[in-house]
């Protein structure tokens, strides 16, 4: 199955640079590149693709607009991944409420980008290594109170699930915590899977969230 790719970004030589090591990878295509928001959602309106690459900082609609219109259009099946420089951006928590998918930035490598790619267009969620504490940190330290994107309290689940709740709010992968729990990745995923059913959550960021909001995760004093 080949991923069909939105790159929205208003710099051309980082589209460029995506879209050429994208051009190498069979299962990944490049349908169409947008340099501002309001580009990007007009295409996914007429190309309907199954992620758009999104930078935060565009010119007129920037990018947590476009993401919320995506990802609550009527056919909201386009998943972002957004594409920041997050030293820059104080503003990328409001992308987690938009709906996105994930969280990469720009310094990573770009297969490691192209694999973002891979497993947000597989249904999971991402956030880059490193990124993750300062997200939620920015999240959750707003003096104003956010609405969260998972408002149920943690109730209703058992105590597996809570562990493995509390382990994806650290940022672990599905092999990661199938290591630390000493179960198979296979189990792992299950547990995610049923974590998200029970708690109402739209994907893996959504899990992290919910496990700081709740005191299952603390960010270090």
């Known amino acids: 199955m080949t991923v069909r790719v939105v790159l929205a970004d208003d710099q051309p030589l980082v589209r460029s640079g995506l879209r050429v090591l994208m051009a190498d990878h069979s299962d990944l295509e490049v349908v169409g590149e947008a340099g501002t928001g309001a580009e990007a959602v007009r295409l996914v309106g007429e190309l309907g693709p199954d992620v758009v690459v999104m930078d935060i900082r565009m010119p007129g609609m920037d990018g947590i607009e476009a993401t919320r219109l995506i990802t609550t259009g009527r056919a909201a099946t386009t998943r972002v991944l957004v594409l920041t420089t997050f030293d820059e951006d104080d503003h990328v928590y409001g992308a987690l409420r938009a ?98 059913t029970k708690l109402g959550a739209r994907d893996r960021v959504q899990l992290v969230i919910t496990a700081y909001e709740s005191g299952l995760v603390t960010l270090p004093r």
């Open 99 to 196: 709906g996105a998918s994930g969280f990469v930035v720009k310094d990573m490598a770009l297969d490691d980008i192209l694999a973002a790619i891979r497993v947000v267009a597989a249904g999971d969620a991402l956030i880059a290594p490193g990124v993750t504490r300062r997200l939620i940190a920015d999240f959750v330290g707003r003096p104003v109170p956010v609405p969260a994107p998972c408002p149920r309290p943690v109730e209703g689940i058992t105590e597996r699930e809570r562990e493995v709740l509390t382990l994806v709010g650290r940022g672990r992968s599905n092999a990661e915590i199938a290591e630390d729990l000493y179960i198979t990745v296979a189990t792992a995923k299950s547990h995610v899977s049923r974590l998200l």
